[in-house]
């Protein structure tokens, strides 16, 4: 069955925007419809995987292969089509969505009679500065895959690196946020940490490794502590997960926010400086941009408001569930952003949907969860069932079962149990899978705080860094003393070589600075190809300087 366009159809068209959990449950609800032609249904994904996030943890630490988190999109949405492709725009009023392939952009407009809105999150940029710039992020699995392979270079610089203070921030890993996912990759680095420093890495000692958890609340994991949704906090099992986490290795900073985030350092919000070269961001989510543009009701959070049948407020043919969505929870509030809802939101919207083809009444969405739970290192799982307490190797032999129950197709289970059979033999996957270096040019964004050093002749650095927004004072130092004998402004760059030829020493930011990092070996050929540029545009009088818009 091919990708619906806007060609007259007798069925209904149903157009799902998000291959998460919501499109899982949701593909599988309508295959009876679909399977006797009542209607079409396309589930519109940037990616042709399904994330299972409850392994990333494992993942990033060598437990399991990266692909085992994933399951093909199309053994999954049972009879729907599947259309890889970029969301670009969304006409409610024309009832077309229009995407574009990831190979050069080219577009194609999708029709729809029902439109399910499941996009899930993204990150918040705006959380704290050089959040984009210079945190690894949880949400994709691109992400994760960087973080996993960043994790073992680290290992590997620190093991030849000689200086004491550069090996010490190789060595701290800082995870911002202690909710699931941050206290999750803080407990699996912990024990991963010490299984390297004992087996692989007899060059490092664990003392040297720290693992650096922060989070704003006066204690982790809050959605297990209490919540609307769940009913009674669970108190006991967060003080039992600080225990854990703390006998693992884990620095607990509660009541800590993060100020800045820089290529070398967390500065916290007591004053607190944290030198690091890995910063894990678990920290602030909103819904996709793209939802920006569209005129419909949103929550104080940004998420689509809908009602008690997920069909979104004042729209007959809209639908929204999972993260991007505010569906009323049955017992006040909305529901979570967890996948146990996600679920049922996509089942909920499949029934519904086909009772409107019935004409028959909604349903209402009444799920409770049945619980909650997450892994914190070494075997161990704090979680509740229906209100019971859970915790311990019990509970993450529990925690296994229902892992396996939630991935969504049986060749990526087989493959999960063969990872967990096969490492306490062999180990853990220790191979950085990195591609390599970038294709053609390795240009970065970066910012500095006030006082920090960008770059210094006495750490070469590979980077030139052009400077776009801020000031940056440069140093010559002699017999201990140091000397501004320069400031360079936005457009200048600095770079180690730069030092050298100028006869100064250091470079470092004056204030907040931003600069655009460019590969040293690269500048040159970078250079050269935009003045030859400038100059073929300014021969054509297209337009008078590289860059600038002809006049009106």
Same mark, same amino acid.
């Given at each position: 069955?091919?990708?619906?366009?806007?060609?007259?159809?007798e069925?209904?068209?149903v157009?799902?925007?998000?291959?998460?959990y919501?499109?899982?449950?949701l593909?599988?609800?309508?295959n009876r419809?679909?399977?006797?032609?009542a209607?079409h249904?396309?589930?519109?994904?940037?990616?042709?995987?399904?994330?299972?996030?409850?392994l990333?943890?494992?993942?990033?630490t060598?437990r399991?292969?990266?692909?085992n988190?994933?399951?093909?999109?199309r053994r999954?949405?049972g009879r729907?089509?599947?259309?890889?492709?970029?969301?670009?725009?969304?006409d409610?009023?024309?009832?077309?969505?229009?995407t574009?392939r990831?190979?050069?952009?080219a577009r194609?407009?999708?029709?729809?009679?029902?439109?399910?809105l499941?996009?899930?999150s993204s990150?918040?940029?705006?959380a704290?500065?050089? &959040?984009s710039?210079?945190? @690894?992020?949880?949400?994709?699995?691109?992400?994760?895959?960087r973080l996993?392979?960043?994790?073992?270079?680290? @290992?590997?610089?620190?093991?030849?690196?000689?200086?004491v203070?550069?090996r010490?921030?190789?060595?701290?890993? @800082?995870?911002?946020?202690g909710?699931?996912?941050? !206290? #999750?990759?803080?407990?699996?680095l912990?024990?991963?940490?010490?299984?390297? !420093?004992e087996?692989e890495f007899?060059?490092?000692r664990? #003392?040297e490794c720290?693992v650096?958890?922060v989070?704003?609340g006066?204690?982790i994991?809050?959605?297990?502590?209490?919540s609307?949704?769940?009913?009674?906090?669970?108190?006991?099992?967060?003080?039992?997960?600080e225990?854990?986490l703390?006998q693992l290795g884990v620095?607990?900073?509660?009541?800590?926010?993060?100020?800045?985030?820089?290529?070398?350092?967390?500065?916290?919000?007591?004053?607190?400086?944290?030198p690091?070269?890995?910063?894990?961001?678990?920290?602030?989510t909103?819904?996709?941009?793209i939802?920006?543009? &569209?005129d419909?009701?949103?929550?104080?959070r940004g998420?689509?408001? !809908?009602?008690?049948h997920?069909?979104?407020?004042g729209?007959?043919?809209?639908?929204?569930?999972?993260d991007c969505?505010?569906?009323?929870?049955?017992d006040g509030?909305s529901c979570?952003?967890?996948?146990?809802?996600?679920?049922q939101?996509g089942?909920?919207?499949?029934?519904n949907i086909?009772r409107?083809?019935?004409?028959?009444?909604?349903?209402?969405?009444g799920?409770?969860?049945?619980?909650?739970g997450v892994?914190?290192?070494?075997?161990t799982?704090?979680g509740e069932l229906?209100?019971?307490e859970?915790?311990?190797?019990s509970?993450w032999?529990l925690?296994?079962?229902?892992a396996?129950?939630?991935t969504?197709?049986w060749?990526?289970?087989l493959?999960?149990v063969a990872d967990?059979?096969?490492w306490?033999?062999?180990?853990?996957?220790?191979?950085?899978m990195?591609?390599?270096e970038?294709?053609?040019?390795d240009v970065?964004h970066?910012? @500095?705080q !006030?006082?920090?050093?960008?770059?210094d002749?006495?750490h070469?650095?590979?980077?030139?860094?052009?400077?776009?927004?801020?000031?940056?004072?440069?140093i010559?130092?002699?017999?201990g003393e140091?000397?501004?004998?320069?400031?360079?402004?936005?457009?200048?760059h600095?770079?180690?070589?730069?030092?050298?030829?100028s006869g100064?020493d250091?470079a470092?930011?004056r204030?907040p600075?931003?600069?655009?990092?460019?590969?040293a070996?690269?500048?040159?050929?970078?250079?050269?190809v935009l003045?030859?540029a400038?100059?073929?545009?300014?021969?054509?009088?297209?337009?008078?300087t590289?860059?600038?818009?002809?006049?009106p």
């Amino acid at each position: 069955m091919g990708p619906l366009t806007t060609e007259a159809r007798e069925t209904s068209r149903v157009l799902v925007l998000g291959g998460g959990y919501v499109a899982l449950t949701l593909t599988k609800g309508l295959n009876r419809e679909i399977k006797r032609d009542a209607l079409h249904a396309t589930v519109v994904s940037r990616d042709n995987y399904h994330v299972y996030h409850g392994l990333i943890g494992e993942m990033l630490t060598g437990r399991i292969a990266p692909g085992n988190v994933l399951s093909p999109a199309r053994r999954i949405f049972g009879r729907a089509s599947v259309h890889v492709a970029e969301v670009e725009m969304i006409d409610l009023e024309r009832r077309v969505v229009l995407t574009s392939r990831h190979l050069d952009g080219a577009r194609l407009e999708l029709a729809y009679d029902h439109l399910v809105l499941c996009l899930g999150s993204s990150e918040n940029f705006a959380a704290y500065p050089g &959040l984009s710039e210079h945190a @690894f992020k949880l949400k994709t699995f691109a992400d994760c895959f960087r973080l996993r392979n960043h994790i073992l270079t680290m @290992f590997e610089l620190a093991d030849i690196e000689p200086d004491v203070e550069e090996r010490r921030r190789l060595l701290t890993f @800082f995870v911002a946020g202690g909710g699931y996912a941050g !206290t #999750e990759v803080a407990g699996e680095l912990a024990h991963f940490a010490s299984l390297l !420093t004992e087996r692989e890495f007899r060059g490092i000692r664990r #003392e040297e490794c720290r693992v650096v958890l922060v989070h704003r609340g006066p204690t982790i994991l809050p959605e297990l502590y209490g919540s609307v949704a769940t009913g009674k906090g669970h108190a006991s099992l967060v003080r039992y997960a600080e225990r854990h986490l703390e006998q693992l290795g884990v620095e607990l900073m509660t009541e800590t926010g993060v100020e800045a985030a820089t290529p070398g350092e967390v500065r916290l919000s007591d004053g607190r400086h944290v030198p690091t070269r890995t910063i894990i961001s678990a920290v602030g989510t909103k819904p996709a941009s793209i939802l920006d543009a &569209l005129d419909l009701p949103r929550d104080e959070r940004g998420r689509i408001r !809908t009602d008690q049948h997920c069909r979104v407020e004042g729209r007959s043919d809209v639908w929204a569930g999972g993260d991007c969505a505010a569906v009323p929870h049955p017992d006040g509030g909305s529901c979570p952003p967890v996948f146990l809802y996600a679920e049922q939101h996509g089942r909920l919207i499949a029934k519904n949907i086909g009772r409107t083809l019935e004409t028959k009444p909604l349903r209402r969405f009444g799920y409770r969860s049945f619980g909650q739970g997450v892994s914190i290192g070494r075997r161990t799982v704090v979680g509740e069932l229906k209100g019971i307490e859970l915790k311990g190797h019990s509970a993450w032999l529990l925690w296994r079962v229902l892992a396996l129950r939630f991935t969504p197709s049986w060749d990526r289970r087989l493959r999960l149990v063969a990872d967990w059979l096969v490492w306490p033999l062999v180990g853990r996957d220790i191979v950085e899978m990195d591609h390599g270096e970038a294709g053609d040019y390795d240009v970065r964004h970066a910012v @500095f705080q !006030t006082g920090e050093v960008i770059v210094d002749r006495e750490h070469p650095v590979r980077y030139v860094h052009v400077i776009v927004d801020g000031d940056v004072e440069v140093i010559r130092r002699r017999e201990g003393e140091e000397e501004v004998v320069r400031i360079v402004t936005a457009g200048g760059h600095v770079g180690r070589k730069w030092l050298e030829r100028s006869g100064v020493d250091a470079a470092r930011a004056r204030g907040p600075v931003r600069t655009l990092a460019i590969r040293a070996e690269q500048a040159n050929r970078l250079q050269d190809v935009l003045l030859s540029a400038e100059r073929i545009v300014a021969k054509t009088g297209a337009y008078p300087t590289l860059g600038q818009a002809p006049e009106p």
